[in-house]
């Protein structure tokens, strides 16, 4: 059964940092395409940051230069680091994996993430 975790979500001043983790369970991560998306109150998911099929990084522009995403593969872990948080990154955090080889998107739970003074 495949399963995407996140954590490292909470509470971050203006400003601020923070690293959120995705393990993936399963066989998935080395056919997947992984990235992160994000839900504000109030609003649709939004992609925030992925990584193509042969490996390069892709940003949103209200991320770019901010975020940075990366992978440790002999973890089936996937990272985000924020840096220079604003109010307006405030949102649940979703790992995403697209795993090429089902042609299937599975989703974790989410992580919240709050930035406020």
């Known amino acids: 059964q495949v399963q995407l975790v996140e954590s490292g979500g909470g509470l971050v001043q203006p400003g601020g940092s923070l690293r959120l983790s995705c393990v993936a369970s399963?066989?998935?991560?080395?056919?997947?395409?992984m990235g992160w998306y994000r839900q504000a109150p109030g609003n649709q998911r939004e992609w925030v940051t992925s990584f193509t099929r042969d490996g390069r990084p892709k940003y949103a522009d209200s991320v770019k230069g901010r975020f940075t995403i990366s992978r440790d593969n002999a973890k089936n872990t996937v990272y985000l680091q924020m840096n220079s948080l604003q109010p307006e990154d405030t949102a649940v955090y979703y790992c995403?994996?697209?795993?090429?080889?089902?042609?299937?998107?599975?989703w974790g739970k989410g992580t919240l993430v709050t930035v406020s003074s």
């Open positions: 995403k994996a697209y795993d090429y080889s089902r042609d299937m998107d599975y």
């Open positions: 399963g066989s998935i991560f080395s056919t997947s395409a």
